[in-house]
């Protein structure tokens, strides 16, 4: 009986939300009187004994080219059979993008239980409980999982990355890999930005911008923060900013530790998204504006005006020219 924690990797590196997930599992694997074991798959250029400081005892990498590119159908046979060996009864994911698309083919084929969205540490008093957000992140739901074999997707940035001391063993895992059904035929990257899942900082524009040329004071802002950008939708769907940018029910739904928000209404729908951040500023001349009621801290004023004084007293602040 173990805990498994997928380790989740982008061009070899370990990304933060699997720190979350490892540190998340090494405290489930104490709370269970158990070990907790990572997995990573395909090439890793990270020094994975290292990854011990998170809590985890062993690391079964199966360093296979094939699992170089990601394939959900491939990485759930080879996780199943990770999950055989080590006799995991958890296995933690991160509920992000990757996460999303292996955990419920994982769950299936093992017959287990799945909470996607996890929020927090499993209650294991009576039974096993799992708290979980939903509608939106409007309300809880706590899930009791009665199957033998347990998964659980955490949302990233619901748990805090809590490195110590020590080292995993790193044990090569010899896995059968089917031919992959998915060919990649090339990869285009958006380079130098920070990646908006990953951010801690989010700074985010609407239409109250009037048009793309006003961006540069958003992207002013950004840049002094070390901040990923994100619009509303209407504002990707008039082509003002890359739809990757987008944030919402029908977009990307984020959780920073801080979220500025910058000429948006705050529609139910975007609210959606972007409403697990932990702290939201909201930039908005109308007053009634519904999305201050969402808000941590409210600017009523004219963002052409507001925005450029922000950077400039965040620039002074940090002592940057
Ligand atoms: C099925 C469905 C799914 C949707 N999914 C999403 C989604 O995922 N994400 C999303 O964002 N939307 C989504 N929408 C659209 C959503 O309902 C809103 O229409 C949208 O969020 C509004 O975008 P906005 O706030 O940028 O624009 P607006 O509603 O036009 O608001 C602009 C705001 O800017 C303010 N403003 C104007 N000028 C200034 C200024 N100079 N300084 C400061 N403030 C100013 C205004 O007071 C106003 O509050 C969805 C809608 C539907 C029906």
Not at 53 to 69: C, P, Q, S, T
Not at 119 to 135: M, Q, R, S, W
């Amino acid at each position: 009986m173990s805990v498994l924690i997928f380790i989740d990797t982008a061009d070899g590196h370990v990304k933060k939300a699997s720190l979350e997930a490892l540190t998340y599992g090494a405290k489930v694997a104490e709370q269970l009187g158990t070990t907790a074991e990572g997995v990573v798959l395909g090439a890793a250029g990270d020094d994975l004994a290292s990854l011990g400081k998170y809590g985890v005892k062993k690391i079964h990498h199966a360093n296979n080219d094939a699992l170089n590119a990601f394939d959900a159908q491939v990485y759930t046979k080879v996780l199943a059979q990770v999950a055989e060996t080590s006799g995991a009864k958890v296995i933690v994911f991160s509920n992000n993008v990757n996460g999303k698309a292996i955990a419920p083919r994982l769950s299936a084929r093992l017959k287990a239980g799945l909470v996607s969205g996890a929020v927090a540490l499993p209650d294991t008093g009576n039974g096993f409980t799992v708290k979980k957000n939903v509608f939106s992140g409007k309300a809880f739901a706590n899930i009791a999982v009665s199957s033998d074999i347990k998964i659980i997707a955490l949302n990233p940035n619901a748990y805090q990355v809590i490195a110590g001391e020590g080292n995993a063993e790193v044990v090569a895992f010899n896995a059968t890999v089917d031919a992959p059904k998915v060919k990649v035929t090339g990869v285009k990257k958006a380079s130098g930005e920070v990646p908006l899942t990953e951010a801690e900082v989010v700074v985010s524009a609407g239409r109250g911008m009037k048009g793309p040329e006003h961006w540069g004071i958003v992207e002013d802002l950004a840049k002094t923060l070390h901040a990923a950008l994100a619009c509303s939708r209407p504002v990707a769907d008039a082509h003002w900013r890359p739809h990757h940018e987008h944030v919402g029910q029908t977009g990307v739904a984020i959780a920073p530790n801080l979220y500025i928000a910058i000429g948006i209404s705050g529609a139910i729908q975007h609210l959606a998204g972007v409403n697990r951040s932990k702290v939201i500023v909201v930039i908005n001349k109308d007053p009634e504006a519904p999305f201050f009621k969402a808000a941590d801290y409210g600017i009523v004023g004219d963002a052409f005006e507001v925005v450029p004084k922000m950077t400039e007293a965040i620039k002074k602040l940090k002592g940057i020219a």
